[in-house]
């Protein structure tokens, strides 16, 4: 980079030296591309965005980064709830474009690019009888979620998303392409596997697929009862490992499978995941149907991706106010909190979770990759998605916040994919002290300017 030159002009320059394109303000698509999945951070506009076609454009683009100072932020699905994938009055490197999937179904791998959904790559994948987990929603990006870990439908069966995680193809901070796996740079495939993007621009991602010829799933709508949520916690922690639940509080969405007269309100439903046939999934389901007559059971032999059905339409784009905690215990003075917290949300739609851990997911051991809460048996989060001005956001964020207080007073440690917006503990509760270590002295080696900053942010040793 030239600095004789103003910065409108470097900024173009950097344009012609890419396969890919340099969007600015002045181009008709740029308030649409500025845009990420939470309307509180509708405000950041972006110098440029350098939305690259190939990692030798990360590479470029991360070169002029470095040279211009400017604030840099990776986006890849948008949904960061911390709002890192963009950069007030810097430079945001999209990675949408990068978005091949390449299903190798006789070897149960696939390499999925860094710009492809949770949706994208299940549906591809899922024709051949195959699976990934990842989350709980389609819209998602990929390559943020396995950064963090992905706690989603399968972890009981097959793990966290990172447990799947074969290598990563990475752009470093200074311009290196390199794979990542357990045989080549180990240190940083660790890294990368719940440390976040403080690494470096992850392209491409390669996953072992798992079998799944047969799959039950839907939701399960119970009464809001907290006899009914602890007992369902309960059973869930006990059930055979195929079967995965992530339960929520919610007052019923207007879809098209609730009856009118039952949307908005309050239900307990519980998105139910089985891996496997469906006359041992009815067996393993049976003692859930049974904790209370259910106000919906839509739970059967579906595709996985069906799961996704709860993602908002584009047009319920909203702010939103996240909580979450890992925790050892969820009994019924819990469930009588969860159940007192939803009903004082004055959000339009909220929803307080349960997610039961363990299966697969428990048995990595807590030092084999960067997310180290291998031991908690839940994890409890409060969403609260809204609009409206700034004392609209003190008020849900002071629910969430309250809110997770409430059910979950001793916290094992918090996701670091669901910290929320603005949550002071950052890295110190998102990773025990001995991992947070290990993760600073490997930053220090592949990142020990702090280039990757605008991340729930780990500091070079
Ligand atoms: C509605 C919703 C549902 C969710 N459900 C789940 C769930 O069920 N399970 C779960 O585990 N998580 C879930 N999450 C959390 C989600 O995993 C994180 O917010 C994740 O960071 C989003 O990734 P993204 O690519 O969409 O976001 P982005 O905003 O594009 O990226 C977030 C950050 O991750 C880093 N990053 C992303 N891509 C790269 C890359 N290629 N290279 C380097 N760094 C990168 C960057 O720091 C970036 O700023 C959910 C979030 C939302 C909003």
């Known amino acids: ?273 089985f891996a496997g046939p469906l006359d041992a999934a009815n067996k393993a389901l049976a003692p859930f149907r049974a904790l209370a007559t259910p106000l919906a059971d839509l739970v059967g032999p579906a595709p996985a991706s069906s799961l996704y059905m709860l993602d908002p339409p584009p047009e319920a784009r909203g702010m939103a106010s996240v909580r979450s905690r890992f925790t050892g215990n969820f009994g019924l003075d819990d469930a009588r909190a969860m159940v007192n917290a939803a009903r004082a949300c004055t959000a339009p739609m909220s929803m307080s979770q349960i997610r039961v851990l363990g299966g697969a997911a428990g048995r990595v051991p807590g030092d084999a990759t960067a997310f180290a809460h291998r031991n908690s048996r839940f994890m409890v989060s409060f969403l609260a998605m809204y609009g409206g001005g700034p004392d609209i956001v003190e008020a849900q964020e002071r629910w969430v916040s309250d809110s997770v207080a409430a059910v979950a007073p001793v916290s094992n440690g918090v996701y670091v994919n669901f910290l929320g917006n603005g949550e002071a503990r950052g890295v110190a509760s998102a990773y025990p002290a001995d991992t947070l270590a290990r993760l600073r002295d490997i930053k220090r080696r592949y990142d020990p300017a702090n280039l990757f900053r605008l991340n729930t942010n780990i500091l070079p040793a």
């Open 1 to 273: 980079m030239d600095k004789r030159f103003p910065l409108a002009d470097q900024i173009s320059m950097l344009g012609s030296m890419i396969r890919g394109r340099v969007i600015t303000p002045s181009a008709p698509d740029y308030e649409a591309l500025r845009l990420v999945a939470m309307a509180q951070f509708d405000d950041r506009r972006p110098l440029a965005i350098v939305r690259v076609a190939n990692p030798a454009d990360v590479a470029t683009a991360l070169n002029f980064a470095q040279a211009s100072d400017l604030p840099l932020a990776i986006r890849a699905g948008g949904h960061s709830t911390g709002g890192y994938g963009v950069a007030d009055g810097g430079l945001v490197i999209d990675l949408r474009d990068l978005n091949a999937i390449d299903v190798d179904a006789a070897n149960r791998t696939v390499w999925a690019g860094a710009g492809a959904t949770a949706g994208d790559v299940t549906r591809a994948i899922e024709q051949h009888g195959l699976i990934v987990g990842f989350g709980d929603s389609g819209d998602v990006g990929i390559a943020g979620l396995t950064l963090g870990g992905g706690i989603g439908y399968f972890a009981r069966s097959f793990g966290l998303t990172i447990d799947s995680l074969l290598a990563v193809e990475i752009v470093t901070a200074s311009g290196d392409i390199l794979i990542a796996d357990a045989a080549n740079h180990p240190d940083l495939f660790w890294a990368v596997r719940g440390g976040g993007g403080n690494f470096g621009v992850v392209t491409r991602l390669q996953y072992r697929l798992h079998s799944l010829p047969e799959f039950v799933g839907g939701p399960l709508v119970l009464p809001p009862v907290p006899e009914v949520i602890a007992g369902f916690a309960r059973l869930a922690a006990e059930a055979p490992e195929e079967l995965t639940t992530i339960a929520m509080l919610m007052p019923l969405p207007p879809a098209p499978f609730i009856p009118a007269e039952a949307q908005g309100q309050l239900a307990f439903v519980a998105m139910m995941a």
